[in-house]
């Protein structure tokens, strides 16, 4: 059943395509001119995707970081492709590279704090735009980057990567065939040990000291005083992305309220005094963000979704997924599931693989070699992709501007729900409504 939804989707779709009118056939077949806000080292892993691909120009790079500039430059050199237009100087520079006329579509990974007024302007711009996870920081930044990208009649994606993460999508594939049942429970997170991160010593990214702020490199400079200031679940995107598609929110769902609470906060501080000495001058900070955070979050269609935020702490890497329907269960910790009346054992763990290995999503089937290679097991390919397709075919992206505000808003909506006693908060509705009419296109076929 699930092979023939997949081969009607990709017949209407290709039908789709016949029937375009000619220019939009060659807005299929050009290439597209990409700049980027941000070559950072996320900017630069963006950049390899973009230099690897024969359907972009890169022509203009931004950032205010003379390191950065000369790793993305060398980095475009080994690729043999021609040198973009540098803007830089003052952090505005970005304002001036949104002049260029040719300019289709424009790559923003900057700090979050960054994200809100890039978006906003590019939109203005008519670009359009690809924003690393984290729309904005307040609630306010996240309204005014949809009220933008609807007076413009704008695009906007977040690049959220784990949404085409190869197990992932093959549960994606199993939920949409109901092996699950009905969904219930979801559970998801960023659960990785960011200490090494969060501190290091000015000169390499990870580690071997415990600077951050100034005197800090790359994400250090700046994610750490999020930590100094903020308490709420501060990365949200990776673990909801995957399951708001599987449950299709902004699709005919969406979220209503949300709780979280905080534990205290220990890892950063401990994390100083060891490697850096009780007598460091970042021994006496107080870090306001919880080590864990857990959010709780209710959905229109009857749905439970539990978030964690776990990054300040000795721990191994885990999104933590959990999907939970009336048929059954996979846990991405175990690796394992089980499925009433398919799986062999009762009421025993069943290894994944094999599940994953038969359900494997088309789009992994069809590029997995494109992929190989490509940053955080080749998810980084899909996430490019999709968003190179849909300026290429000036059509809506799979995950849009109302996916990015609901994902990213859950973090000002957990802070302001620890910040009142861990009080449930209403959740905006940013679509305004269209979420009832609006109908999901995230990776329904093999196309992109
Ligand atoms: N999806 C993922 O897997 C993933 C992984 C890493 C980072 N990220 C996200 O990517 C974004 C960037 O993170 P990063 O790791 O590259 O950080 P980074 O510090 O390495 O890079 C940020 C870059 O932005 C530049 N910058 C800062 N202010 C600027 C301005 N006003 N104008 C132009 N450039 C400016 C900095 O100089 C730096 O080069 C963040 O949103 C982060 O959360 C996502």
Redesign the pocket.
């Known amino acids: 059943m699930q092979r023939r939804s997949f081969v009607k989707n990709s017949v209407l779709a290709s039908a789709g395509f016949s029937i375009l009118p000619s220019s939009s056939l060659f807005a299929q077949q050009q290439k597209i001119k990409l700049g980027f806000?941000?070559?950072?080292?996320?900017?630069?892993?963006h950049l390899e995707m973009a230099l690897r691909r024969n359907d972009t120009d890169v022509i203009a790079i931004?950032?205010?970081?003379d390191r950065?500039l000369g790793m993305a430059s060398k980095k475009i050199k080994e690729f043999n492709k021609p040198a973009p237009k540098i803007f830089?100087g003052d952090?505005?520079?970005?304002r001036r590279m949104l002049e260029i006329k040719e300019l289709d579509a424009v790559l923003i990974?900057?700090?979050?704090e960054?994200?809100a007024p890039?978006c906003i302007e590019s939109l203005q711009a008519k670009k359009y735009v690809a924003?690393?996870?984290?729309l904005g920081i307040t609630l306010q930044d996240h309204w005014n980057v949809v009220k933008a990208c609807e007076e413009n009649n704008g695009n906007l994606m977040m690049?959220?990567?784990?949404c085409y993460r190869r197990d992932v999508m093959a549960i994606l594939n199993m939920v949409r065939q109901g092996m699950f049942g009905e969904l219930l429970h979801l559970q998801g997170g960023y659960q990785h040990d960011l200490r090494a991160v969060k501190f290091n010593d000015g000169k390499n990214?990870y580690g071997g000291g415990v600077e951050f702020g100034e005197k800090g490199f790359?994400?250090a400079?700046?994610?750490t005083n999020h930590s100094v200031y903020r308490n709420g679940d501060l990365?949200p995107t990776?673990g909801i992305g995957p399951v708001a598609e599987m449950l299709n929110i902004n699709k005919g769902n969406r979220f209503i309220s949300l709780s979280s609470f905080a534990t205290k906060s220990r890892g950063l501080h401990n994390y100083i005094v060891e490697k850096g000495g009780a007598n460091h001058p970042n021994a006496s900070v107080q870090f306001a963000l919880g080590d864990i955070v857990t959010t709780n979050i209710k959905c229109f269609n009857g749905e439970t979704i539990l978030l964690q935020h776990d990054t300040n702490l000795p721990r191994p890497y885990s999104l933590g997924f959990r999907v939970q329907g009336t048929k059954g269960i996979w846990m991405d910790v175990n690796k394992s599931l089980y499925i009433e009346g398919v799986s062999k054992t009762n009421d025993q763990w069943e290894d994944a693989a094999p599940y994953l290995k038969q359900y494997d999503h088309p789009l992994w089937k069809k590029y997995s070699s494109s992929a190989e290679g490509a940053?955080?097991g080749g998810m980084?390919f899909f996430v490019f992709q999709a968003f190179v397709e849909s300026v290429k075919r000036r059509t809506k992206t799979p995950m849009d501007i109302y996916d990015a505000a609901a994902w990213s808003a859950i973090t000002p909506l957990s802070e302001q729900s620890i910040e009142l006693g861990n009080q449930t908060v209403d959740f905006p509705d940013f679509s305004g409504g269209r979420w009832m009419q609006t109908k999901n296109i995230f990776a329904m076929n093999d196309e992109y």
């Open positions: 806000i941000g070559v950072g080292l996320r900017g630069q892993d931004c950032d205010i970081d950065m830089t952090p505005y520079a970005w990974a900057t700090p979050w960054w994200h890039m924003t690393e996870v984290m690049l959220e990567n784990v990214p790359s994400e400079r700046w994610r990365y990776h940053g955080h980084d």
